[in-house]
C-alpha cells in the first residue's frame, strides 16, 4: 500500500526513534509489563507504523464494501443504509410466557426474535422424560410438541418478523413445526425468514449437547441446508458457530479457525448431495462471541469474513459473490460476564458490543449484566437492548463504514488473525478433516488447554479482572433481583403435553413415525417426514426416540 | 510402610446443562495440586454420581451445576449418598447458584458452595483442609 522508498524512510526513522526518542521515555517511565499479548496469545508491539502491513495490497487485502474480498464489510453503505439487527435472545417458562416476552420485544422496538429452548428441548426428550425433572422451561421455554409451538408465536404473524432458534440436535423438529405453524397462518413457505442454529459439528467440542454420534449428526445439519436450499428460499439454514468454542474456553484464533473449518465441512457435505456450490452457500451464516480485547476482536471479525470469501471463491470456486459473504451474528461474550460488582457487566458488553459493530457484524446480541447469575431480569435486558441503541443512535460509529480501516495495528492484527486461522485449517486438513479431528480430541484437547491457561493467567494476576483479582470489594453482598421460573411451569406443560397424547390420532402417529423409522434407515432427505410427523402432533421426545433407535447416541470422549 | 493415600475427587455435573468449562478448569487444578480426580463427564444422574462415588471410593465429590436444576437435583444425590453409607464423603457445589439457596443446600449436607469468579486455589485450598482423614 506504501511505495517502497517510503517504507525505507519510515523504518529509518522509526530506528533513529528507537534510540533517542524512546529509551527517554523508558527511562523516566518504564512499561507496565515485559510484555503485552492479546488472548490469542499474539505478543502486541508498542507502536505500528506502515512498515507493518507494507506488503499488504489495498485492492487484493481490503478492497471497497459490498466486494470480494469483503473485508470492510457485505454492504456498500453498511450501517449508514440499515443499522444491524438487534436480535435479543429471549425464552423461558412455558410457550405463553415465552410468548409474552416476544411480544414484549418487538414492542421495545427489537426486530427479530430469538428463541431459547430449555435443556430437555434441546437434548430432544419431551417434558415429561424423567430426565428433564427440574429442568422444564428454566433455560429456556419448554417446546415438546407442534401444540406448543403454536402457542409460542401466537398473535406473532410469521411473514412480518424473522426468527432465530437456538437449536441443534432436533433443529429438523424444531423446524418443521416452524413450518407447521406458518402453514396454519397461511404464510408461504418462501416468506418464512429466520435461523436455525443448527450446527452439529460445534457440539462436540464446544457446546457438547450431542445427541447422536458425528455423522448422523452432520447428516442431520445437512439435510436442512439441503431442505431450505430447495424449500425455504429465505431461511438460514444453519448458523456456524465460534460462540460457544470461545464460551469453552478457546483463543480468538481458535475460535475463527474451527468454525470456518466446520463451515467447510458443511459445504463439502452439502456438495456430496448433488446441490451446486451457489444453490445453497448464500443462506450459511455464522455466529461469533465478541470478548474483551476490543481490537483483538474487531481484528477477528474482519479476517473472518475476508477468510470465509477466500475459501468460498479458491477452495470450492463459487461464482455469486453472495456465496462468498460471511453473514455474521454476533453475541457478547457470557463467560466475561462476572458475578462480583454485576453492574460492572454493563460496560464490559458495550466495549464487546461496539467491537461487533466496529467489526460489521449483521445482527448483535447483548448480554445482560445480572447472567452471571441468572435468568435475565427484564430491566436488565431493557439495559442491554439500550446498550445497542446507545451504540446506533448517539455514538456516531454507525455513521461510516469500516472506521478502522487502515489503521496499522488493526490491519496488521487482521492478517495475523488470518494467518493463524489458516495454520490450524492447514492442520485439521491433514487430520483428515473435521470428523477424525474431533475423534481424536484434537479440539477438545486445544480448548481445554487454552481455558484453564486462562484460568491460571487470572490467579497468577497476569490478567486482571476488575472486581474479581483487583478491585474486589471484601464481603460484597451482591444486590441483584433474580427471576426465578415458577415450578408449576414443569407441571402445567406436563400436563398439557399428556393431555395432548391423549386426544391425538395415535394411530396416525404410529404410522408416521414408522415412515420416519424407514426413511432414516434408507438415509433419506428427513425433513418432509418430520414435518409430517409434527403435523401430526408427533412429539419431540418421539421423533428424536425414532433416530436414536437407528443412529445411536454419542458417547462423550472425556478430555480434562 | 504404605504411603498417604492421595485424596481422590470425584468432580460429578449432573443435570441436562453442558457448561462443564468450569468442572474441567477444576478437575484440572485439583490434579495438579496433587489428588486423583475422577471426572465422568456430562449430564450424570443422581444415581450414576453415586454408583461411581462408591466403586471409586472417593474421598470428596464436586458438584458443578449451571442450569438451574440443583434444588431438583442436589437433594437426590444427597439422599442416595446417605443410602449407600457415605456419609463421610465431603461434597461441595460449583456454577450458578443463587445466594439464596445456600443456606438450604447446606442444611441437606453439601459443606461449600463455590460461586463463579472463585478462584481454584481457593477450592484446592478448601478440598487439602476439610477433606476426611483416612489411610
New interface residues.
Partial sequence: MFDRQKIEEIAKERERWEKTTLPNWIKQCPERQKEFKNHSGMTIKGLYTPEDIKEMDYMRDLGFPGEYPFTRGLHATMYRGRLWTMRMFAGYGTAEDTNKRFKYLLSEGETGLSTAFD??T??GYDSDHP?????VG??GVAISSLQDMEVLFDGIPLDKVTTSMTINGPATVLLAMYIAVGDKQGVPREKLGGTTQNDNLKEFFA???CIFPPQPSLKLSVDIIEYCARHLPKWNPISISGYHIR???ATAVQELAFTLYDGIAYVEETLKRGLKVDDFAPRLSFFFASHNDFFEEIAKFRAARRLWARIMKERFHAKNPRSMWMRMHVQTSG?TL???QPLNNIVRTTIQALAAVLGGTQSLHTNSFDE????PTEESVRVALRTQQIIAYESGVANTVDPLAGSYYVEALTNEMEEKAMEYIQKIDDMGGVIPAIEKGFFQREI?DS??RY?RE??EKKRI?VG??KYAIEGEE?PVK?LR?DPSVEKKQVERLQKLRRKRDNRKVKEVLEKLHYAAEKDENLMPTIIEAVKAYATLGEIMDVLRKVYGEYK?L?I? | MQSERKIRVLIAKP????H??GA??V???L?DAGME?I?????Q?PEQIVETALQEDVDVIGLSIL???H???FPRIMELLKEKGLTDVLVFAGG?I???DIPELKKIGIKEVF???T???TIIKYVLENAPKRR
Fill in positions: 435443556y430437555p434441546i437434548m430426565i428433564a425433572r427440574g429442568e428454566v433455560c457446546q457438547k449437547l464460551e469453552a474456553g463467560c462476572t458475578a462480583q452471571a447469575l441468572c435468568l481445554a481455558a484453564y484460568q487470572i490467579e479482572i474479581v483479582n451482591i433474580l421460573v462423550e472425556i480434562i | 443435570g441436562l446443562d453442558s462443564d468449562r474441567k478448569v478437575a484440572r487444578a490434579r480426580v471426572y465422568t463427564g456430562l449430564r444422574t442450569s438451574g436444576a434444588m431438583a437435583l450458578i443463587p445466594e439464596e460461586g463463579p469468579g478462584s481454584t486455589e
